[in-house]
Nanobody, 124 residues
Framework: QVQLEESGAGLVQPGGSLRLSCAAF????????MGWYRQAPGSQRELVAA????????DYADSVKGRFTISEINAKDTVHLQMNNLQPEDTAVYYC?????????????????WGQGTQVTVSS
């Protein structure tokens, strides 16, 4: 079993910064990708940023390009999301997401995991 542990959320004024972190724990063989989604009240969950561990590439929502940066710490099964110039429209519950291989050489499986979610509020 795998668990995702999120940290770093909180309240910040417009123009401020926060850093979210997500660490994966458990019987992990390898990680395909890790990233963050968010869901604001009355809205659908949307991808914010993702790190693809196999080729070290990243993907971002258009709304956060140039403001948010995701970085992977492969050896620690961790990603950080640095969020700069935060705006009120960034207010949402942020969820860590990961696609992870677990098991043994005789039985491998690939599953998607979600964190519990953490609140980011941008307000003056």
């Amino acid at each position: 079993q795998v668990q995702l542990e999120e940290s770093g959320a909180g309240l910040v004024q417009p123009g401020g910064s926060l850093r979210l972190s997500c660490a994966a724990f458990g019987n992990i063989l390898s990680i395909n990708n890790m990233g963050w989604y968010r869901q604001a009240p009355g809205s659908q969950r949307e991808l914010v940023a993702a790190a693809i561990f196999s080729d070290h590439t990243t993907d971002y929502a258009d709304s956060v390009k140039g403001r948010f940066t995701i970085s992977e710490i492969n050896a620690k099964d961790t990603v950080h999301l640095q969020m700069n110039n935060l705006q009120p429209e960034d207010t949402a519950v942020y969820y860590c997401n990961a696609v992870i291989w677990t098991g043994t050489s005789q039985m491998l499986r690939e599953d998607e995991y979600w964190g519990q979610g953490t609140q980011v509020t941008v307000s003056s």
